[in-house]
């Protein structure tokens, strides 16, 4: 059997085969087990490379050409698609816990398996469709049936679509400045083409817009997976053209343009959430502000640069899978979201509330949380080049924390006499629960990810050389 099959058809099979035939009960503990066993097969079974169990010899092999494309997976894939797989689960073993509505596991499982075809798919500019393809399949978990669809859902799909001919046309052009790289009009054009590109797929300033919005428009729970695994994917997709094109990775014009394009959205992301009076849109300026700290990563002058991506991308699933599963618990009371209506609520919700001020917490780099290593080790980084972006993305950082002050204050500005309840089921307690112990493991004992991180440099050929 080949990777492809094993961890692109097969989940895909499955997610269409919840939403027609199966159960809707049984529908999060199907999706969250299958993503766990491929997240465990990829641990285990090394990609093209044959494997004896007693007389028995197991070999996946790499490749498979489906519609005159070879979609490819090696070895080095194996750990990123053990990460994947393994935080997909998280999010599907929460979607009872969340309330949302069934039929996300299995979209949800279907736009995995488009977004993992999207790092498979050869020749790799075909990974534009894909990802495109997955925001399209996203839409119906967006918008209920029979409802109008807001701003923030029509801004989206318009957005991601819209990337997907600026990142052909540079793929194109790119072909002809790699066979002269001294023609600087036509490096100038496609860079700029490709960064367009880019800058529509991640949500660069000003193009963020949709995400506050959807955040109030949609299901929290839905849009913080959308938040985890498109630009997830999508910088996994860069981090690719940087590793193909020379005159990419080697160009200061193009690290600088990078560079300020990250610090603008981690310093823009983290003032505009420091004034909102919404809790759903402050975690869209948060994950704002992560994306803004990839982006930075990636316009790094290092070798480091693919250690820190993933340092950053790793805990981002987990933080916004808890910040998402307490704001959905939260909303069942407060349908707004506004701080007028969650007042008082840490007695009412006293887990959902402190799960989602350590994931807060962990977002803004504060020590112990998930957050602290990666942002630690960008400071660091940051430090050697450029005195100014550290400022900067501390005055975001700070926008942050200034906005989790401000939510904590309103949760537990309540009357003395209210008494403490716990209106939190015990599903949802022992999610939050093991999102919470999950945030504190990986920021006292960061080397847990070591094993994932040492081995994901060899997905990139040059990049970081």
Known sequence: MSAPLIWILIPFVVGFSILFFLHQRFAPLIAGAVSAILALIALIFPIDTALLLGSISIKISASIQFFGRSFALNTADGPLIAIIYGLAAMWFFGTEASGTANRFVSLGLMIVALLTASIAVEPFLFAALLLDMAAMLAIPLLVPIYQKPGRGVIRFLTYQTLAMPFILFSGWMLAGVEASPGDVGSTLQAGTILGLGFAFLLGVFPLYNWIPMLMEEASPYVTGFLLWALPTFTIIFALGFLDRYTWLRTSPQISNAIQFAGVFMVASGGLFASQQKHIGRIMGYAAIVETGLLILAMGLKSTEVVNITFLLLIPR?????????????????????????????????????????????????????????????????????????????????????????????????????????????????????????????????????????????TLFEHLGQ
Do not use: C
């Not at 008082?344 to 887990?351: E, H, L, T």
């Not at 949380?369 to 990666?374: K, V």
């Not at 700070?398 to 003395?416: H, K, N, P, Q, S």
């Open 317 to 457: 699933g987990l933080e916004l899978a808890v910040w998402a599963l307490a704001l959905s618990i939260i909303k069942r009371k407060a349908y707004s979201l506004r701080f007028s209506e969650i007042q008082g609520m840490a007695r009412s919700y006293p887990v959902a509330v402190a799960a989602l001020i350590l994931a807060h917490l962990s977002m803004t780099g504060f020590p112990l949380l998930a957050g602290f290593p990666s942002r630690l080790a960008l400071w660091q980084e940051l430090a050697r080049q450029s005195l100014a972006t550290s400022f900067w993305v501390f005055v975001g950082l700070l926008g942050l924390l200034i906005a989790v002050a401000r939510t904590l204050a309103v949760f537990v500005m309540a009357d003395e006499k209210k008494a403490w309840e716990w209106n939190e089921s015990w599903v949802q307690t022992t999610m939050l629960g093991l999102g919470v112990i999950g945030l504190f493991i990986l920021g006292m004992f960061p080397q847990t990810l070591q094993p994932f991180i040492s081995k994901l440099p």
